[in-house]
């Protein structure tokens, strides 16, 4: 769970980038318009990348937490959705570019979300050598329909690209999802 400060910071930076692109949003932009000192800002953050990619971890942790989802299907939808839904927000953050980038963040976490729900699965056992090649073209797909969500190149809803990405997932993972407790 975020602490009030994290929120803001997470917050003031989402209103940031609403109306600007990512390389033009600074630091102090964000202390500002949260209301925090610098060093408060670091205690929670080491730089504007990190505050960004905190908006896709909390994010998912939330669609695959509060039980919205009951499934990868499900998530993918919940994602996209949002994604249309704050369009600018994503478009914006998709353009930063680097090792910290958004998509690389997306890319990782999304990997390693399905890797910790297969392990959930499977007491403790990750993906086999094939699974392994599929979860990574899969995660990638996830970035590239994302950043064409947003960018409008699509013609058709959330819930169809969700359905179609959906089909691509490995055959030997569709069905697993945390066990419940």
Not at 73 to 95: C, G, P, S, V, W
Not at 160 to 171: K, V
Request: negative net charge.
């Amino acid at each position: 769970m975020l602490s009030r400060t994290e929120n803001a910071i997470i917050d003031a930076f989402n209103r940031l980038i609403e109306k600007q692109e990512f390389n033009k949003i600074s630091v102090d932009m964000i202390l500002e318009t949260a209301s925090v000192s610098r060093s408060t800002f670091y205690r929670y953050f080491k730089d504007k990348y990190e505050v960004m990619n905190a908006n896709y971890k909390h994010l998912l942790d939330y669609f695959v937490a509060s039980g919205r989802s009951s499934g990868y299907r499900d998530l993918i939808f919940q994602l996209f959705d949002f994604a249309k839904d704050h369009a600018r927000l994503f478009k914006n953050a998709m353009e930063s570019t680097g090792f910290n980038s958004f998509s690389n963040f997306v890319y990782e976490y999304s990997y390693q979300t399905a890797l910790d729900i297969t392990r959930a699965n499977r007491d403790g056992q990750g993906f086999s050598q094939v699974e392994e090649l599929q979860v990574d073209i899969f995660c990638n797909g996830i970035c590239a329909v994302l950043r064409n969500i947003v960018n409008q190149r699509y013609k058709i809803s959330a819930s169809e690209a969700a359905d179609a990405l959906y089909e691509m997932m490995p055959e030997s993972l569709k069905y697993y999802w945390w066990p419940q407790a």
